[in-house]
């Protein structure tokens, strides 16, 4: 060794120590980032790489230092014997950091790759995340909103005042409105009494039920079709029936049905068209009995004047005697025309109706020739005086005494009641009989005038629509109710009006 390769020597000692150093330094810091970041895949790179550079860097600075140490000791055999290993080592630490470079390259890209799918991952979980919550908020509000609409038509099917029923295709209720109970099941409280029992046991017509079923069957609806009903105290009620048919998801068809009670409609109606045409035949009347009044008047006292002159016993006198009865019935007949012709209104005064129907009941006893038939009062004393003219309400209650006595004939019981109505509103006054009873085809017509049922002689027809007049003159009504061989009662109701 000579003087001037001293500088080299050094050069190549403090060289190789420091990038042994270097190398470790490099390390250490590639290691504490890769803790810091430990799925950063560049840090596992780069540590691998320096991990391959820190063994390239330790055999090439130890093959340096070494081959020094040796030449320097004299030992130059022995370096040029192991020389080639060393430099074989260097070349397998280049080898590594190559296969980590180029085994990077592919982990790179799969990296990347991995990368861009966590992206597409995330960007997708995160649109799952706000559709889930904007399906939670849309299922929200169409909960709420199927909760109200069930809520409306619920209240609608509950309030309704009209029947509303659910039934099977083979007629069996299913559901039924309140309004729906109140109506076929009288008092049983809700939601007992119908369900499940058959539409057609509440019709009067059990037939009309494959009437509506054919109609549904044929059109898919029915509209305003006429029915009756049969309520639960025996009673009809005529209504009208709306509906079609329904299949649900399960595929089972119900009928929706829709039924308005018309009957208080038609009594009205009925009551209209009777008021019409009594006030056509009034003044048909009218004028008639005017024109048979006066002659009539005539006729009678010229018979009275005959009968002055003729003898007692004789048979011009029997004769004369026969005219004046016949007139006489005429002029009642024709008196009966001009009250029933009358429609001036009722002078009102506050009257006792029970003192009314007392000199009713008394002057019948008086003028009556039968004295089996009993009558029996029962009076409800909390009524007040009433606002009535008294004259043609004795004429109401007497007339309908004369009818019930016609009607139980030699013998039997008339039954006259006072009630005062719930709401304390009205009254009713109850004349009530056991006789024979009105024909079922006949109580639509014993509020016409001339229509009598009493023998030819017996009766004018006039008496029930002269009531009829006066008592709607007092803002009433009058109805029977009668079932043939059991009797018949006449109810007149009356608003109770204290001023």
């Not at 020597?9 to 150093?21: K, Y």
């Not at 009594?267 to 009995?289: P, R």
């Amino acid at each position: 060794m000579t003087v001037n390769s001293v500088p080299i020597l050094l050069v190549d000692l403090f060289g190789s120590i420091a990038m042994i150093v270097l190398s470790f330094f490099c390390l250490s810091n590639v290691a504490r980032l890769r803790r810091r970041s430990p799925d950063e895949l560049l840090w596992s790179y780069l540590w691998w790489v320096c991990l391959g550079l820190a063994g390239f860097a330790i055999s090439r600075s130890a093959g340096h230092i070494l081959r020094q140490l040796l030449i320097f000791g004299g030992h130059g055999e022995i370096w040029r014997a192991i020389s080639p290993f060393t430099g074989a080592f260097n070349t397998l630490m280049f080898a590594v950091v190559a296969s980590v470079t180029l085994y990077f390259e592919q982990v790179w890209a799969a990296y990347r790759q991995i990368q861009g799918d966590k992206a597409e991952i995330q960007d997708a979980h995160a649109k799952l995340v706000d559709l889930n919550q904007n399906l939670e908020t849309l299922v929200a509000e169409r909960t709420e909103a199927l909760s109200r609409s069930e809520h409306k038509y619920r209240r609608i099917f509950e309030l309704s005042p009209d029947i509303v029923v659910v039934t099977s295709s083979e007629g069996r209720i299913l559901d039924l409105n309140p309004a729906g109970y109140e109506a076929l099941s009288g008092n049983l409280p809700y939601p007992l009494g119908p369900v499940g029992a058959h539409i057609q046991n509440f019709l009067a017509d059990e037939r009309s039920w494959e009437s509506i079923r054919a109609t549904i069957d044929a059109n898919r609806f029915i509209t305003s079709a006429e029915l009756m009903l049969l309520r639960p105290d025996g009673s009809h009620r005529m209504a009208l029936i709306s509906g079609s048919r329904d299949r649900s998801v399960a595929g089972v068809d119900t009928f929706h049905l829709l039924i308005k009670d018309i009957e208080q409609r038609r009594q009205m109606e009925k009551q209209m068209a009777q008021t019409d045409k009594l006030a056509s035949i009034g003044e048909f009347s009218a004028g008639i009995a005017h024109e048979i009044n006066n002659p009539l008047g005539i006729i009678l006292g010229y018979t009275q004047l005959l009968l002055r002159g003729e003898e007692a016993g004789s048979k011009r006198q029997a004769d004369l005697k026969t005219i004046e009865k016949h007139v006489r019935n005429c002029k009642a007949i024709v008196e009966d025309l001009l009250n029933f012709a009358r429609s001036s209104p009722p002078v009102n005064t506050h009257t006792d109706i029970h003192a009314v129907i007392d000199d009713a009941v008394n002057f019948f006893a008086q003028h009556a020739r039968r004295e089996k038939v009993i009558i029996e009062r029962r009076y409800n004393e909390s009524i007040p005086p009433l606002l009535l003219d008294e004259k043609k309400m004795r004429q109401v209650i007497l007339n309908l005494i004369v009818n019930a006595h016609h009607a139980v004939g030699q013998q039997g019981t008339i039954h006259i009641e006072t009630v005062l109505c719930p709401g304390g509103d009205a009254i009713e006054i109850r004349v009530s009989d056991d006789g024979c009873g009105i024909e079922k085809k006949n109580l639509g017509r014993i509020f016409d005038p001339f229509f009598t049922t009493k023998p030819t002689g017996e009766g004018t027809g006039l008496g029930l629509s002269v009531s009829y007049g006066i008592v709607k003159n007092h803002g009433g009504d009058i109805a029977v109710r009668s079932v043939p061989g059991e009797g018949s009662t006449f109810t007149v109701t009356l608003p109770l009006r204290r001023g």
